[in-house]
């Protein structure tokens, strides 16, 4: 074999491999990149109404859904939705708190099938899911709701609010650095909860809306006239400061 030709196999044999690396790499990231956090605020709690109508059919006495993240995947007409939150279901005098409840929707339209998930998957269940995997049916319709920011804002209080009651670790951590600073540790938190709960109400006198380019800043007033903030960097990932 000439050198020509010892050339000729050395450059096809690098152009093989480098085609080979990028279809490797297609396969790696494609389905990564077909999953996406749910930025619309109307689905989110739409989906949110959904579920907590579900709920209500199973096993609970009075309970209460919160949505904490989704993300979808788009399947031609159908998309499929990851959902992760948490049920409070209120029973006589008490109730039960169940973190990490999740459900796979699957949405074609205003119609949708839902299905329980176990509570240690996440959402690289969509990554691989295809219409093969499941069978829509339709006959499930959405849930109408009547949405608005000021309603969001208040939902986001409430959460605190509950917290305070059902899970202190996650009250504390929904808290801004600057009201952190304001207790000199966790403890100290937890012995000023109950003034805590008492100070802030969940109804909204008036509120001004700041965006930025990583946060929204929310500066509310709430009808005990406190002055609360909300920094939100997306729906329902947010800081509270009071």
């Known amino acids: 074999m000439n050198d020509k030709n010892k050339k000729l196999i050395i450059v096809s044999a690098s152009i093989l491999s480098i085609l080979l690396i990028i279809y490797l790499l297609l396969l790696v990231f494609k389905n990564d990149e077909d999953v996406y956090v749910l ?3 109307e689905m989110f709690y739409k989906i949110q109404a959904t579920i ?13 859904f919160t949505l904490k993240k989704i993300y979808y995947k788009n399947e031609g007409i159908l998309t499929y939705y990851y959902a992760s939150g948490y049920i409070l279901d209120y029973v006589i005098n008490d109730y039960d708190y169940e973190k990490n409840i999740n ?15 176990d509570k240690n998957q996440n959402e690289s269940i969509l990554e691989n899911i295809n219409s093969e995997d499941y069978n829509f049916e339709n006959g499930n ?35 801004s650095d600057n009201t952190k600073n304001k207790y000199s540790s966790y403890d100290n938190f937890l012995t000023n909860s109950v003034d805590i709960y008492n ?42 400061e009071y």
Request: glycine share 0%.
């Open 141 to 175: 319709i959405l849930s109408d709701i009547s949405w608005s920011e000021q309603n969001k804002l208040s939902s986001y209080i409430a959460e605190f609010l509950n917290l305070l009651n059902i899970d202190n670790k996650e009250a504390y951590e929904l808290l």
């Open 199 to 240: 100070m802030l109400d969940t109804t909204i006198k008036n509120y001004t809306k700041q965006e930025n380019k990583d946060y929204t800043l929310y500066e509310i007033i709430d009808n005990k006239n406190n002055t609360i903030k909300i920094i939100e960097y997306s729906i329902m990932n947010y800081k509270i």
């Open 103 to 117: 459900y796979l929707l699957l949405i074609k339209g205003n119609s949708y099938n839902i299905y329980e998930l």
């Open 52 to 64: 907590n109508d579900y709920i209500k059919k199973q096993d609970y006495v009075d309970p209460s």
């Open 39 to 41: 930025k619309d605020e």
